[in-house]
């Protein structure tokens, strides 16, 4: 008898999947699949089915959906529901399969609900039938409770029988289920979708969902305020996510950084830590990612690249570039101005020759001591009668007129630039200099950069890192003990820096080192609100809501920051001025000292001959 029966229910089956036969219509299942298929953009199906239904019968109608499937180019294999388990062996290796689930009975639905407990819903898309011949109304087609273990970010297509309407099931609430009206069938035609909405878009709200959260205290990106309302750049992002997406934040607790791992305990610290132990499910501050951390969290899309550099107190002495002074022109003029000095007394010369003055020798010099004068801002001690002469030196006054203010104009700019003398410009050469001491914002993606690295330049910089008791807690704290201390080197994302720098004590500059550092918001492992809020987060990055956000706080910043006054020229960049000036004292007293001593030399020539005595005796 119980053969008997069991060959009617293997003979109903085959009779359903081959000729689709649901009561007063006809369904065909294959046409369904392949259309749900080309919604989802998969190719690759996996079918479902319970231990109930693995029979002769069963298993050639499902070889022959694999036949007719990959003619069509979908790769297919059937398996029973218990080993399910087993499929996580395709995570990595192929793109996001559509899972199709035959349910028959109540085992069969209670061994589907058993073995997707504690499997990861989100592996798959889903395509759940509940076959004709048996009463489905505690399941089917509004579910009691979460039968099948279904996460908001499940994508499960229900499909009941006597019902042409298939419901998308997801949830929010461990013991709830939601359902969404996807598709449509018509015996004989494709599927009908009747929505054009994406995913996020059909789920667009968290019903007043309250997130645990952890906040990392002192992080320059949000703070909370007395009244508990946040701010800053991060702060501003949540809440725009929290009311769009309509969720809040439960604060279960603080912490003072963002995590790093603790090889003396074997665990992860900090904010990542409390992800890890689940007891919460978003850190509230900007994290820099790290392929240690994305082991053991998750982590939005990056909507902020910044570098690394590192940070020293601004040196005193400043380089003395003489090399500023000829910057001021191109060599192109240089040249020109070069040849014109140097011809213009020769035409000069010659011009006043042909007005029947004589001694060309003379007029050249003469001249050439002229045009210096010009050019050196100075007059003539005779201005020449005639025309032509006079219309030349008139040119010549104002071309130097032009030259010396575009000169001064230019020099002062570059006076002005100051170029701090650096004991280095990069890490190789912060090791070879090895008098700097380096710091970093204690359990921070910064200490892991050199503590964790395998690479000998990292290896050779942790040596000079200072004991780690000693790091300070915060980044700001590391720029305070950066100012304090003597030739302290911080290591710190430029983005910290800038939000930091209204309180910053003293003046620093930075060595760029290219390191790029991308930073998002962190949440716990395969966290099931993950994808709506990068979902929103790209849509707030292309319409330009963040960097309004983030150029808001850095103009509050701004109205806090210190007062810098203009650059002052300081004597060391008059340098080369005062030393051609002290030359040319030199030289002066030197022609001087010859003068004197050559008349003197003569007046005594003079008085030896005896010229002298008459005078004397007049």
Known sequence: MSSLKNLLIILLIIDILRTGDSLDHKINYLSHIIDISKFYKTYSIFFLYAQTSQDIGFSRVIHRWICELSRDGFMS??????????????????????????????????????????????FAYWYVIFLPGYNQ??????????????????????????DRIMREWY????????????????????????????????????????????????NPFIDIDGDGNLSGSCGKILIELSRLVNFSFAIVNNTVSNGRWNAKYNKWNGAVGE???????????????????LDVVDFTIPFILSSFSLYIKEPDALNIE??????????????????????????????????????????????????????????????????????????????????????????????????????????????????????TAKD???????ANSKQPLAKKVMSF?????????????????LCNEHNIAMYVSTEVRNVLD?????????????????????????????????????????????????????????????????????????????SFLEIGVFLSLCVFIVEKLYFARGKWVIIKNGYGKKSLRK
């Open 444 to 450: 921070s993606l910064e200490y892991d950069v050199f």
């Open 77 to 122: 294999i059937g398996i029973e529901i218990s080993n399910i388990r087993h499929t996580s062996y395709y995570e990595n290796r192929i793109v996001r399969p559509l899972f199709v689930v035959f349910l028959t009975d109540e085992k069969s639905i209670r061994t589907f609900s058993n073995n997707t407990r504690n499997f990861d819903m989100s």
């Open 465 to 481: 890192m200072i004991a780690e008791e000693r790091l300070p807690p915060t980044p700001l704290d590391g720029f305070f003990q």
């Open 275 to 293: 992800l890890i132990e689940n007891r919460a499910q978003i850190s509230m501050s900007y994290v820099s990612m790290s392929s240690a951390r």
């Open 171 to 218: 949830s929010l609430w461990p013991n709830q289920t939601k359902v969404f009206e996807l598709a449509k069938w018509e015996p004989n035609k494709k599927l009908t979708f009747l929505t054009e909405l994406s995913l996020y878009e059909r789920r667009n709200s968290l019903d007043g969902l309250v997130l645990p959260a952890v906040f990392v205290m002192n």
């Open 322 to 439: 003489w090399s500023n002074y000829f910057r001021a022109f191109s060599y192109k003029l240089w040249i020109a101005l070069i040849v014109l000095i140097f011809i213009t007394p020769i035409l000069l010369a010659w011009m006043k020759i042909t007005l029947n003055q004589s001694n060309y020798v003379s007029l050249i010099s003469d001249s050439y001591l002229q045009i210096w004068g010009i050019f050196c801002q100075q007059g003539l001690v005779e201005f020449p009668q005639r025309s032509s002469l006079r219309l030349a030196y008139i040119s010549l006054f104002l071309l130097a007129l032009v030259v010396s203010s575009a000169y001064s104009a230019s020099l002062i700019s570059f006076l002005t630039n100051v170029v701090h003398r650096l004991p280095f410009v990069s890490l190789e050469e912060f090791v070879q200099d090895g008098t700097y001491k380096l710091i």
């Open 502 to 578: 209204p309180e910053i004590p003293c003046n620093i500059v930075h060595i760029n080192l290219g390191h790029i550092d991308s930073v998002s918001l962190m949440w716990s492992k395969k966290n099931q609100f993950l994808s709506l809020i990068n979902h929103h987060l790209f849509k707030f990055m292309r319409n330009g809501m963040i960097r309004q956000l983030n150029s808001q706080s850095n103009s509050n910043n701004k109205k806090c920051k210190k007062k810098i006054g203009l650059n002052a020229v300081q004597v060391w960049s008059i340098i080369p001025i005062l």
């Open 137 to 162: 109304n505690d399941y089917c087609p509004i579910p009691k409770g979460n039968p099948f273990n279904v996460l908001f970010n499940t994508e499960m297509l229900v499909s009941c029988p006597k």
